[in-house]
């Protein structure tokens, strides 16, 4: 009896353990993933920021060599929506409880230069405003895919304010992408394909 008994609390006990054992191993690795998620979401949030901050700075100068008035009055609309956008990537920030900070984000960098070649080498007129577009688009479906991907996280990690800061974001370069394929497509695609090569 005495043995059957010493027996019987002995696997319990290991039967015991090993849940424990195995359910702390989950929470760890549960800890671990957030955590490791919740660096990528912060560094990506860095990245982002630094991208609309600067962009803060290259449209005026898109909006200065363009001359269709529709890519114009897009422009400068996008240009206040990037004011807002720098503002809620701030709120973002705090709605972690971190600082607002801002790495350079390689990415965008070189999408920003890009576009000044352009402007550089393009005749004034259809021709740059089309090239402008096109820059344009391009760092466009980067922000696309750097909020998708952002908010995607943020819902991941039970961000719900992030979620929605992040969201609004997201519809806001989606609508702008969408804008500058209307002005490309109605206006100055059409103004550069007849014009000759000089």
Known sequence: MINAKKNGSSNGSAAGKKKSSDSMMEETKTGMESSQLMKLFEDSLKDIYWAEKALTKAIPKMIKNATSEELI??????????????????????????????????????????????????????????????????????????????????????????????EATLEEEKAADMKLTEVAVSVVNVQASQEEEV
């Not at 577009?133 to 819902?155: V, W």
């Open 73 to 166: 009055e897009a422009l400068e609309n996008h240009l206040e929506e990037t004011h807002e956008q720098v503002t809620r990537c701030e709120d973002v920030f705090k709605s972690i409880d971190k600082k607002a900070t801002a790495k350079k984000c390689e990415a965008m960098d070189g999408l920003m230069k890009e576009g000044e070649e352009i402007m550089k080498e393009c005749e004034e007129g259809p021709m740059c405003d089309a090239g402008i577009i096109a820059a344009g688009q391009k760092i466009e479906h980067y922000e696309i895919a750097s909020y998708g991907t952002l908010r995607q996280f943020a819902e991941t990690l039970g961000l719900e304010e992030a979620v929605e800061l992040l």
